[in-house]
């Protein structure tokens, strides 16, 4: 989908504060950050001592938006753009800001204006449709590390399955997909459970009664992120019953997440798979 034209709105102000490193002036930052240094040049402050004070710092105020620039430093990927409920121009002038200071630009439940708008600053974004995601990705070579697998219930549970892969792909993760193995046809999952074993932690997604999670985390022994979908008839009451079912379920080692929320599975998974520990994956497993 190409973006057509430039569009202009007056939400695109100049705010008084637009650019600052916090609330209060900038020349406090500025101070703080030289005091910093020179300490660490002098040898009286450790870098690693330097780099935690920094982790505080700083954000830009663009008025209807504080861009937060050190999210990446703190929590290992940069701020992500929740653009329901924002204006195009909104998401155009916080996009503008996040790709000024890094290389990475996510953003979920977009729209098609959403992205036509961030197209007209930045005509390498992608836009997945289904998924309702634009991603800009300038790393020369984006890391794929571990493994992570994103299984559904049915194909209706795909588009909440490709926001998860697509955001822990972005986050650096090795990412594969196994789609429609519900519990109405058990025999579908099972063909893939040495899959399944291969990975280091699984995103199940599923809606109805929200079995499948239960069903994968008594085949494995790496974590289960589950989520629950609003796909089902009018007792699944918009996704409430699979959160119920998941949050009561007796197999160990899931973790539920909010209905539809594919972005926060990945985030959670991510952690996981990239955290630093032992490569076992061996769990001990308690008896009912």
Do not use: W
């Not at 195009?88 to 959403?114: K, N, W």
Request: charge should be negative; include cysteine.
């Amino acid at each position: 989908m190409a973006a057509c034209g430039t569009i202009t709105s007056s939400e695109e102000y100049n705010h008084p504060h637009a650019n600052v490193l916090t609330t209060d002036e900038d020349t406090v930052d500025a101070k703080k950050l030289n005091a910093l240094m020179q300490a660490v040049a002098a040898g009286t402050m450790a870098p690693d001592d330097a780099a935690s004070q920094l982790k505080d710092l700083p954000f830009a105020d663009l008025g209807h938006a504080k861009v937060d620039h050190h999210r990446e430093m703190r929590c290992g990927f940069p701020e992500v753009i929740f653009c329901q409920g924002k204006t195009p121009a909104q998401v155009r002038s916080i996009s503008r800001e996040i790709l000024d200071h890094g290389q990475v630009l996510l953003g979920t439940r977009a729209s098609a204006a959403h992205y036509q708008a961030v197209a007209q600053i930045e005509p390498d974004t992608r836009y997945f449709e289904d998924a309702r995601i634009l991603l800009v990705d300038k790393r020369p070579a984006p890391p794929r590390i571990g493994h992570i697998t994103v299984v559904t219930g049915g194909t209706a549970d795909i588009p909440v399955a490709e926001e998860a892969a697509i955001t822990a792909e972005a986050m650096g993760n090795d990412v594969s997909r196994l789609f429609d193995v519900g519990v109405a046809g058990l025999h579908r999952l099972l063909a893939h459970t040495d899959e399944l074993r291969r990975a280091r932690v699984i995103i199940a997604v599923a809606g109805m009664e929200g079995a499948l999670p239960s069903l994968v985390a008594g085949l494995v022994s790496v974590p289960v992120v589950a989520v629950p979908t609003s796909v089902g008839y009018g007792a699944n009451f918009g996704g409430v019953s699979a959160l119920l079912t998941m949050l009561n379920s007796c197999a160990s080692g899931i973790g539920v997440v909010n209905i539809d929320n594919g972005f926060g599975a990945a985030a959670m998974a991510s952690r996981i798979n990239q955290a630093p520990g032992p490569e076992s994956t061996d769990t001990v497993q308690e008896t009912e």
